[in-house]
């Protein structure tokens, strides 16, 4: 396992915290000493006697060595959008903050709707490992018509989805019918567009104080209870991207009590914020679904906990500098974030006791790849809780700084 940064190998790190795969499909969580040596390669078992005696030893390390984290939908900005973020930039961000898989959303440009844009991303494949791996469109160009040809695709995509709201329901069942046999998943973004309406904030008492247009919990729960009904009929393994409500948390919960087969994910930023952080009015802030409250937040975090919530997604999403530099209510939606989740999620949840180590971990590795239907993530991200680094332009790797982390110091990085 190469490891990269700018610590002087050979390096033994005592009492790492690992973080691994067990025969369950859980994480189990263990104490052991971690060479790595010159050429940067990571060892857990190996013969003390072979340790140069030039090696840094760190008797009390704090260092966490985990699976590789897998981020379920993200965008990429190319092809179509260069100036946003190109693909190797992409690759280095997921590298730097502890990825061994991205999911790519459809919405490049042209998008994923057919073989032959498929040809880029087995250009891709070829030259950046297969670290990135494309979904595919459920209907033509994202508009929510016509539904794509998904046999022809899904041998080369790692499942179905748009990536934003599909208001024909009669549509939706069709595609959960059509997918069904092909053995992938289809992953839908629980919207009714005229309840939502130009909502940019989590309808209720900051909406108010802040003086930005609402945007009702309902908008998300009323389209969650319609879609649930459709798996009921259907029986397709279905996936709930972007949750963000407390109600759709108990929706969910009831299904799967029901034996209906669904999974869901909830953004890293909806974890760590809340509406009442947007005092700022900071464009890096405004996401879709808006952020909801802290009783929301706090309701996502006990459904990662219960298994309601199974996998804690990215969306990392970047956009150029002119795009954010606009009001908040007219700003793009989205936010980069590869390069910050574990740090900020690590601080945020499991220092502060909310979550457990073991439970971050696997709702960012196992759970995941279990969605995707991948292979068992290997220890591959090697993390530092303690270390402090200044989140400033020259530290990432993409040309994209839509992040209010960005000029921060964050605590936490991987190695």
């Not at 160009?141 to 599909?166: H, W």
């Not at 407390?246 to 909830?266: H, R």
């Amino acid at each position: 396992m190469p490891l990269e940064n700018s610590i002087a190998y050979p390096v033994l790190y005592k009492q790492v915290q690992i973080l691994d795969a067990d025969s369950s499909s859980t994480i189990s969580e263990a104490f052991a000493d971690v060479f790595i040596d010159r050429d940067r390669q990571i060892h857990i078992d190996f013969d003390r006697s072979q340790i140069p005696q030039q090696t840094s030893i760190y008797e009390q390390s704090g260092i966490v060595l985990g699976v590789g984290a897998i981020d379920l939908y993200s965008t990429s900005g190319e092809p179509g959008h260069e100036s946003r973020e190109t693909i190797p930039e992409l690759v280095r961000a997921a590298q730097n903050g502890g990825f061994a898989t991205v999911g790519i959303l459809p919405n490049t440009q042209p998008a994923i709707d057919d073989i032959a844009a498929l040809e880029f991303w087995r250009n891709v494949r070829r030259n950046h490992a297969d670290i990135l791996k494309p979904w595919g469109a459920i209907t033509k160009g994202l508009e929510g018509k016509q539904l794509t040809d998904m046999s022809e695709l899904a041998e080369s995509v790692i499942g179905f989805t748009d990536g934003k709201a599909i208001s024909n329901l009669l549509l939706v069942r069709r595609a959960m019918e059509y997918i069904k046999p092909l053995g992938k998943p289809i992953a839908l973004f629980p919207q009714n567009p005229d309840l939502a309406g130009s909502g940019v904030i989590r309808e209720g008492k900051w909406s108010l104080q802040y003086g930005m247009t609402g945007y009702p919990a309902a908008a998300e729960t009323s389209a969650l209870a319609a879609l649930i009904e459709l798996v009921r009929l259907t029986k397709t393994p279905t996936h709930f991207m972007r949750i963000s409500t407390a109600q759709s948390v108990e929706l969910i919960a009831q299904s799967k009590n029901d034996g209906l087969p669904i999974t869901a994910s909830t953004t890293w930023l909806h974890l760590c914020h809340c509406d009442r952080d947007l005092d700022t009015y900071d464009p890096n802030l405004r996401l879709m679904p808006p952020l909801g409250s802290e009783a929301d937040r706090l309701a996502l975090i006990a459904g990662i906990r219960s298994g309601a919530i199974d996998a804690i997604a990215i969306d990392h999403t970047p956009c150029a500098y002119e795009e954010k530099v606009v009001p908040f209510e007219v700003a793009p939606v989205g936010a980069i974030g590869l390069e910050f989740a574990i740090p900020v999620l690590w601080q945020s949840l499991v220092t502060t006791g909310l979550l457990t180590a073991r439970e971050l971990w696997k709702a960012l590795s196992i759970n995941p790849a279990k969605i995707l239907g991948l292979a068992q993530p290997q220890l591959a991200t090697m993390f530092d809780p303690n270390l402090e680094w200044l989140a400033d332009a020259k530290a990432i790797a993409s040309q994209a700084h839509n992040s209010n982390y960005i000029g921060r110091s964050l605590i936490g990085k991987v190695l």
